[in-house]
């Protein structure tokens, strides 16, 4: 029986993002899925959690291997990193499960700061359980992975296109709200109608501004109009006062 992609969440209370972490997640991919792993580093650090989700109101701190490093030797590094990140986020692929960078850090991570705290997220491929005889190519989860984690539970970002897609948006914005709930230790549901009730307070927000704008500029339309109306009812006024002027000194020079 294949295992839920989209879990409501794996922990059972709130986690911390705070000290002594200073990475809310390290990013753990293969180097052939580079895009996606751009994309969702800055969908996350983009990130700003509602004032009543009950979580540290600031961005999210991710770091990816890739953009982070400083040129300090890879293992001393990795290590170091990884036992400050709060999350390990891995991304599944048949590319991933054959990365040996990917297992190490899988281990590494699972060793300084639990099996708990790792989220698979399913790019390509498929769980280890589903596929069929003679297509073992298409495992998608790396085998340290399965060795702490039995059977993980991923979050589905299958078909995502690096173009067109957006991580947060459409057809993916459900699994973009499991991989908050794992990251920030709650239901789905609570930050799906936490979000939810955000994003209808800004299009309110939003509504009101429009009309307020409106009702200015058709306030200003009436009194551009009315304005002219009286810049016409006294130019006609004072060409009336001119001919009657010009009447009476014709007919005084008579």
């Known amino acids: 029986m294949s295992p839920p992609l989209e879990p409501e969440s794996r922990f059972d209370a709130r986690v911390s993002l705070d000290a002594p972490h200073t990475h809310d997640a390290f990013i753990s991919y293969s180097r052939k899925n580079r895009d996606f792993a751009q994309r969702l580093e800055k969908a996350?650090?983009?990130?700003t959690p509602p004032k009543d989700l009950g979580v540290p109101h600031r961005?999210?701190?991710?770091?990816?291997?890739?953009?982070?490093?400083?040129?300090?030797?890879?293992?001393?590094?990795?290590?170091?990193?990884l036992k400050r990140s709060a999350k390990l986020i891995v991304i599944c692929s048949?590319?991933?499960?054959?990365?040996?960078y990917v297992a190490d850090e899988i281990r590494r991570f699972a060793r300084v700061n639990g099996p708990a705290n790792i989220i698979p997220v399913l790019l390509e491929g498929v769980p280890n359980n589903e596929a069929q005889p003679g297509n073992e190519g298409s495992l998608a989860f790396p085998d340290a992975l399965c060795d702490v984690l039995k059977m993980p539970l991923a979050t589905s970002f299958r078909g995502f296109g690096?173009?067109?897609?957006?991580?947060?948006r459409g057809a993916y914005e459900g699994p973009w709200y499991s991989l908050l709930a794992n990251l920030y230790g709650l239901p789905r549901s609570v930050v799906e109608q936490r979000e939810k009730r955000r994003q209808m307070r800004r299009r309110r927000t939003w509504v009101v501004a429009v009309a307020t704008l409106m009702a200015v500029l058709l306030v200003l339309l009436v009194?551009?109009?009315?304005?002219r109306q009286e810049a016409v009812r006294e130019r006609a006024l004072a060409e009336a006062r001119g001919q009657t002027n010009r009447s009476l000194l014709y007919v005084a020079n008579l």
């Open 94 to 100: 048949p590319d991933a499960r054959k990365s040996s």
């Open 44 to 47: 996350l650090e983009d990130y």
């Open 223 to 227: 009194v551009t109009f009315l304005s």
């Open 162 to 168: 690096t173009r067109g897609d957006r991580i947060d």
């Open 59 to 81: 961005h999210l701190e991710i770091f990816r291997d890739e953009a982070d490093f400083t040129g300090v030797e890879y293992h001393d590094s990795v290590e170091s990193h």
